[in-house]
C-alpha cells in the first residue's frame, strides 16, 4: 500500500455543488494532516490544516477517521474558482512530508 | 515581497551540464526541503535540511546534491543533468514547531521549470 493515496480524479462537478474527496493514508502514528490547492504549473498552498477529528473553513470541511486511516474534503457550494489540483499530505512524525498524487476539480459553468 | 524565492523560474540546458537551482527564504524557518514534480506523480522528495549544514537524502536523491550554508539558503545541484530530470522543482519551508505538538505547514516557493535536451 503506497503511503498515501487519492483518486486523482477528474472530478467535474457543476456550479453549485458539493463534492467529496477522500484520501487515505498507511502510518498509523501520524498526528498532523493537511490538504493544499495547486493551480496549474503554480506551487501548493495551504487550504486546510486537521489536527483532531476534523476542521471547518467557510464552504470547505476536512474529517479525519483514524480508526480507519483517511480524510476527507468536503466542498460545498463550488465555484469556478475552486477548479484545481487538491494535495492530501501526511507528515511523517518529526521528520518529512509525504504528498498524495493529488485530485483534480473542475467545477463547470 | 514573497517569503520563498526561487531561481531561476525557467531553465533549459542540455544533458551533461551541470546546474545550480537556489531557493532563499525570509521567513527564518530552520527546515527547509527540496521537491521535483511529474505529471501524475505528485511531489516527491529530493533532499531536506533541518538545520545549516544538516543534511538528508530523500525518496529519489540520486543524481542531485544540496548545500545549505546559511538558515536562509538551500541550494539544489544536478551535476550532470539528464533528460528524466526533467521536471518542475519546488523549495519549501517549515518551521519545527514545538516538542510535542503536531507538525506544522509547508511554505512553498514558486517553482523553477528545468528541461534538459
Known amino acids: 500500500r503506497k503511503e498515501v493515496e487519492q483518486d486523482p480524479g477528474p472530478f467535474n462537478v457543476p456550479e453549485g455543488a458539493t463534492v467529496a474527496f477522500n484520501c487515505t493514508y498507511s502510518n498509523s502514528a501520524s498526528q498532523s494532516f493537511f490538504w493544499y490547492r495547486q493551480d496549474c504549473r503554480k506551487e501548493p498552498k495551504l487550504l486546510m490544516s486537521?489536527?483532531?477529528s476534523g476542521n471547518e473553513d467557510g464552504r470547505f470541511t476536512a474529517q479525519l477517521n483514524r480508526a480507519s486511516q483517511y480524510i476527507s474534503l468536503l466542498i460545498r457550494d463550488s465555484k469556478l474558482s475552486d477548479s484545481a489540483t487538491y494535495l492530501c499530505v501526511v507528515p511523517l512524525y518529526g521528520q518529512n512530508f509525504v504528498f498524495g498524487p493529488g485530485t483534480r476539480l473542475s467545477v463547470l459553468p | 515581497d514573497a517569503d520563498v524565492t526561487q531561481t531561476p523560474r525557467n531553465r533549459i540546458t542540455k544533458t551533461g551540464k551541470r546546474i545550480m537551482l537556489e531557493c532563499s527564504q525570509t521567513?527564518?524557518?530552520?527546515?527547509m526541503y527540496w521537491y521535483r514534480q511529474d505529471p501524475g506523480l505528485g511531489l516527491r522528495l529530493i533532499y531536506y535540511s533541518f538545520d545549516v549544514k544538516d543534511i538528508n537524502k530523500g525518496e529519489i536523491s540520486d543524481g542531485y546534491s544540496v548545500s545549505r550554508q546559511a538558515q536562509a539558503k538551500f541550494s539544489l545541484s544536478l551535476e550532470s543533468a539528464i533528460p528524466n530530470q526533467t521536471a518542475l522543482y519546488f523549495c519549501a519551508t517549515s518551521d519545527q514547531g514545538l516538542a510535542g505538538e503536531p507538525i506544522n505547514e509547508q511554505f512553498f516557493g514558486p517553482g523553477t521549470r528545468l528541461t534538459v535536451l
Open positions: 521567513k527564518g524557518h530552520d527546515r
Open positions: 486537521v489536527y483532531s
